[in-house]
């Protein structure tokens, strides 16, 4: 029953900014961990960063003072805050349930796209 959904991806310009948010449903959302995640096409999947189950987050190097990770545990949603949008920031984005030992998951949404060109 777990169900991740992805949305808020779009065309935005460069230096724009685009908040991303991912429901979640079947997971008992506030005892999990979260991630954000990117790829590009022909790419690696890379990290964007993580949020825990406290609040305490930690993001890429290449997104870190323009990238922002919060969660609503009342509406068991995630969201990324993007600023200052490059167009090396053009990719699929996907929300993750983060897994540790002896639980279930990992998780992946189905991806939204997020374009950034003039």
């Known amino acids: 029953q777990v169900h991740l959904v992805e949305s808020g991806g779009g065309l935005v310009q460069p230096g724009g900014s685009l908040t991303l948010p991912c429901a979640t449903s079947?997971?008992?959302?506030?005892?999990?961990?979260m991630g954000w995640y990117r790829q590009a096409p022909g790419k690696q999947r890379e990290l964007v960063g993580a949020i825990s189950t406290s609040g305490a987050t930690n993001n890429a190097d290449c997104v870190k003072g323009r990238f922002t990770i919060y969660r609503d545990n009342a509406q068991n949603i995630v969201y990324l805050q993007m600023n200052s949008l490059k167009p090396e920031d053009t990719a699929a984005y996907y929300c993750?349930?983060?897994?540790?030992?002896?639980?279930?998951?990992?998780?992946w949404g189905q991806g939204t796209q997020v374009n950034v060109s003039s």
């Open positions: 993750k349930v983060e897994a540790s030992l002896g639980i279930s998951g990992p998780y």
């Open positions: 079947g997971i008992i959302f506030r005892m999990r961990d």
